[in-house]
């Protein structure tokens, strides 16, 4: 594990409103705090710098570890994985309810390897839904932006 300094904890919490980056859960409504993920891994050349970091809850990273591509279902094409900062959320996924939904390779890539809809977390955003507290506004401003 890598450290990052506080002051660049804070630059790239704030960027993301305090939101996962991946899932779009608020780091307020997640048991475990959020970590920051290096999008393009040390092991793979990625630098500790913000535009290589996202803000992630922690089961988004640990399902991502240091992947940075995956195999398509369909096609078996290997295709990378979603960036925060280069990507648009919300031209590789959708939100239908609490399901997301892959519009792109890329999504779908991203989708399986994360397990974005792997029942638990479904079932996580379908309680959050009920408390009106998902998607969240900063999550909402989130996807309208990157």
């Known amino acids: 594990m890598t450290y990052v300094s506080v002051e660049v904890r804070r630059i790239v919490a704030r960027r993301a409103g305090n939101v996962c980056e991946y899932c779009l859960i608020a780091e307020e409504h997640s048991f475990y705090r959020h970590q920051i993920e290096h999008i393009i ?8 710098e913000t535009d290589n970091l996202a803000l992630s809850c922690v089961f988004c ?3 991502k ?5 995956s195999l398509v279902q369909d096609s078996r ?4 994985l979603y ?3 280069t990507d648009r959320w919300n031209e590789h996924f959708q939100l239908d309810s609490a399901t997301i939904i892959p519009l792109t390779d890329i999504g779908e890539a991203t989708a399986r390897l994360l397990k974005l809809n792997a ?3 479904v079932l996580e955003r379908q309680v959050l839904i009920t408390q009106n507290k998902y998607p969240s506004d900063a999550a909402l401003q989130l996807v309208r932006e990157h």
Not at 41 to 48: E, P, Q
Not at 65 to 69: F, T
């Open 77 to 80: 094409e290997i295709t990378r």
């Open 65 to 69: 570890g240091s992947d940075i591509a």
């Open 119 to 121: 029942d638990e977390r």
């Open 41 to 48: 891994s040390l092991k793979h050349g990625g630098m500790s």
């Open 83 to 85: 960036n925060p900062r």
């Open 61 to 63: 990273n640990s399902n």
